[in-house]
């Protein structure tokens, strides 16, 4: 008599490959999870302005770490911006207290930078590759502001 083996049902092997899976599943969320300052902390002006302005400095906002790593490419170094962080920002306070520049409210260079950043970073991509993905894309603008 030859013993065959048994076939495992098709639930314990779908549990299985779903369980392997989950540990990649959060390691890849954690990775896009992306903070966002709340829309009542902005200005007047910014909570008035369109959805893509709002979301750009909610973002700016919460991420300054990312912002200050990018250049804009509008101009506004010869306003003093040194990235593309203070396109939103002016400066924070010892307190805390955040004090918003309202350049990026009719630069949509400034906007448009911060949207692909925003996009990239849920994609997974490094902030060296973002910062080369804005170097190439926006250099036809004019001269980035951190050279």
Same mark, same amino acid.
């Given at each position: 008599?030859?013993?065959? =083996?048994?076939?495992? =049902?098709?639930?314990? !092997?779908?549990?299985?490959? !779903?369980?392997?899976?989950?540990?990649?599943?959060?390691?890849?969320?954690?990775?896009?999870?992306?903070? &966002? &300052? =709340?829309?009542?902390?902005?200005?007047?002006?910014?909570?008035?302005? =369109? +959805?893509?302005? #709002?979301?750009?400095?909610? /973002?700016? +906002?919460?991420?300054?770490?990312?912002?200050?790593?990018?250049?804009?490419?509008?101009?506004?170094?010869?306003? @003093?911006?040194?990235?593309?962080?203070?396109?939103?920002?002016? @400066?924070?306070?010892? @307190? @805390?207290?955040? #004090? /918003?520049?309202?350049?990026?409210?009719?630069?949509? !260079?400034?906007?448009?930078?911060?949207?692909?950043?925003?996009?990239?970073?849920?994609?997974?991509?490094?902030?060296?590759? !973002?910062?080369?993905?804005?170097?190439?894309?926006?250099?036809?603008?004019?001269?980035?502001?951190?050279?």
């Amino acid at each position: 008599m030859t013993l065959r =083996p048994r076939a495992l =049902p098709p639930l314990i !092997i779908l549990t299985a490959l !779903i369980a392997a899976a989950l540990p990649a599943c959060g390691s890849v969320s954690e990775a896009v999870k992306l903070h &966002m &300052m =709340p829309l009542e902390q902005l200005p007047d002006e910014v909570r008035a302005a =369109p +959805a893509s302005v #709002r979301t750009a400095y909610q /973002f700016a +906002a919460a991420n300054p770490q990312v912002m200050e790593e990018l250049p804009c490419y509008c101009g506004c170094g010869a306003i @003093g911006h040194d990235s593309n962080y203070d396109c939103y920002i002016a @400066g924070v306070e010892s @307190g @805390g207290a955040i #004090r /918003f520049d309202s350049h990026a409210l009719g630069c949509s !260079i400034c906007v448009d930078i911060t949207q692909d950043a925003t996009r990239m970073l849920k994609a997974g991509k490094s902030l060296a590759q !973002i910062r080369a993905y804005v170097d190439s894309t926006y250099a036809q603008y004019g001269t980035s502001n951190m050279e």
